[in-house]
């Protein structure tokens, strides 16, 4: 189960509505960006990834924003259904080795 | 058949004692991962092995040894084991060094008593 005392950031929605989920990240260097969905008990599941030559990329259901000026990246889902619920993370990459550094995880929660 | 699998799913034990997770990919990736995440869901890279071949070791205690005994098995050792080990570890795989798309096997909970 959850540990006690577990407090992500948290984002509810209604079913059907759009959910968008902020990251700001650190280094000005980083090359390139996922984002990650984790379920209960499941480990990470890749959901998109952007370049930072790009701006936007969408895929299914979700798009992904990056703003390098600020440092900011935000995945937009739409039409979120109970199972997106889960928590998602944003992930940078910086130098070589495909080492990610994971941001702390946003908690979707989708109410019925 | 499971992508990625790693046993066990459930491991508890006493300080000090010494473990092994196991992990194997059937996805034919070149590049393999550990990731810790700790109770307040934060994930870290502990290791990355590409062909066999260590390129990411981060700043780990020692008593941590990962072996790569083919491109299609990381295991993680671990000694004289603390309290602080207690954590999911996520082992991983990608196609290869230059992708983020990592392929996450279902974690192992370790806890230690």
């Known amino acids: 189960g959850e540990s006690v005392g577990l407090h992500l950031p948290t984002l509810s929605v209604q079913e059907g509505d759009n959910s968008i989920i902020n990251c700001a990240y650190s280094n000005s260097a980083s090359d390139y960006f996922i984002w990650y969905k984790q379920e209960s008990g499941k480990g990470p599941q890749f959901i998109i990834d952007?370049?930072?030559?790009?701006d936007k990329r969408q895929g299914q259901r979700v798009t992904v924003l990056l703003n390098k000026t600020v440092k900011h990246l935000s995945l937009q889902i739409a039409a979120t259904q109970p199972g997106d619920s889960a928590v998602y993370f944003c992930?940078?990459?910086?130098?070589?080795?495909?080492?990610?550094?994971f941001g702390t995880g946003t908690q979707l929660k989708v109410e019925l | 058949d499971t992508a990625v699998s790693q046993t066990p799913k459930y491991l508890v034990t006493q300080m000090g004692n010494d473990k092994s997770i196991k992990c194997e990919q059937n996805l034919g990736h070149d590049t393999m991962y550990w990731y810790k995440q700790d109770s307040k869901k934060f994930l870290k890279i502990m290791f990355s092995?590409?062909?066999?071949?260590?390129?990411i070791n981060e700043t780990v205690p020692n008593r941590f040894s990962p072996k790569s005994p083919d491109k299609a098995h990381l295991n993680l050792h671990i000694n004289s084991l603390e309290l602080g080990d207690s954590a999911v570890y996520f082992c991983a795989s990608s196609h290869n060094r230059q992708t983020g798309e990592l392929f996450f096997g279902e974690g192992s909970r370790l806890t230690v008593l």
């Open positions: 992930a940078e990459r910086t130098g070589g080795g495909n080492k990610l550094t």
């Open positions: 092995y590409n062909n066999k071949e260590l390129i």
């Open positions: 952007i370049r930072s030559n790009m």
